[in-house]
């Protein structure tokens, strides 16, 4: 497992530990924040790996193993993959998460949490990753483990398909207030008017990103659109799959471009 919000992100450690029913835990995360980092990967820096916890396996509990490194989370994915395969090991699963902060809509693009888990679904790993609609540092946790074992006992029994991964959401809502778990597509939205100007204390210009996010869906699919779901309280799950390709579009235009 890893996540965007770095190795000292409560949910991480919140996630980590609840994954040790299920087995031995393997947790590499990035040393500092990586939101937005997509599934950038580091060409120029080299990187170092530190171990800084490990708990023995228990009664009913697995071990857990934890590094954080000074890469993206793409680059933890890619350590952590290649960690199990030194040790001739296929995890069972691959956990990104929980996020601190909403990954619905256009912000599944973007993601630092998603980015990892495309890269553990292009190790043939099944992948899901974890967000949560706030982002508090004392976020309460207790709906998102509340209702991810139903989630985790479904993906071990029918997997997505190879290289799909799936984006889980989390509305920030006690667990009695919480309207259930659908199945969703990916919210048409974007940000707009993000650069906010300003100047620094030699009078040069610079910008801040920051903007408003504008919502596109259309009335015929919104009630089926993840970040709309979110905000009525609905848990969502979007299964993403790593070959973008509109093989529909494919196919029309390559009878009407006359190439």
Same mark, same amino acid.
């Given at each position: ?13 919140e ?8 087995? $031995?835990?393997?947790?590499? &995360? ?12 580091? *060409? ?6 530190t ?17 954080? *490194? $000074? ?6 994915? @890619? ?16 956990v990104s998460? #929980? ?7 256009? +912000? +599944? ?18 992948? #899901?990753?974890?967000? %949560?609609?706030?982002? +508090? ?17 479904? *993906?071990?029994? #029918? ?6 991964y ?14 259930? %778990?659908?199945? &969703? !597509? ?22 801040? *990103? ?6 596109y869906?259309?009335?015929t699919?919104? &009630? ?6 979110? +905000? ?6 979007v299964? !993403? ?8 579009? @494919?196919?029309?235009?390559s ?5």
């Open positions: 497992m890893t996540n965007d919000d770095s190795y000292t992100a409560r949910g991480l450690t996630v980590a530990e609840f994954l040790r029913k299920y087995g $031995n835990v393997l947790l590499v &995360a990035p040393k500092n924040p990586q939101s937005a980092r997509s599934m950038a990967l580091s *060409m120029e820096d080299p990187l170092y790996v171990r800084y916890a490990y708990h023995e396996a228990e009664e009913g509990k697995g071990s857990l193993s934890c590094y954080y *490194m $000074n890469g993206t989370p793409a680059d933890c994915a @890619k350590m952590m993959a290649n960690m199990c395969i030194e040790r001739g090991i296929h995890p069972d699963l691959f998460g #929980i996020n601190h902060g909403s990954n619905a809509s256009a +912000a +599944a693009l973007y993601s630092g949490t998603l980015g990892a888990n495309k890269e553990g679904s292009l190790y043939g790993i099944p992948s #899901i990753g974890l967000s %949560i609609d706030t982002h +508090a540092e004392d976020a309460d946790f207790s709906a998102v483990l509340h209702f991810l074992p139903r989630i985790l006992d479904q *993906m071990f029994e #029918i997997p997505p398909v190879h290289q799909t799936l984006n889980v959401n989390f509305p920030d809502l006690p667990v009695d207030q919480i309207k259930g %778990i659908r199945f &969703a !597509h990916q919210g048409n939205g974007r940000w707009e008017k993000e650069f906010q100007r300003s100047w620094d204390g030699h009078g040069r210009e610079f910008y801040w *990103m920051v903007g408003q996010f504008v919502d869906e259309m009335k699919t919104a &009630a089926e659109a993840d970040h709309i779901l979110l +905000a009525d309280g609905y848990i969502t799950i299964p !993403h799959k790593i070959d973008t390709t509109n093989y529909n579009e @494919k196919d029309r235009l009878h009407l471009w006359k190439l």
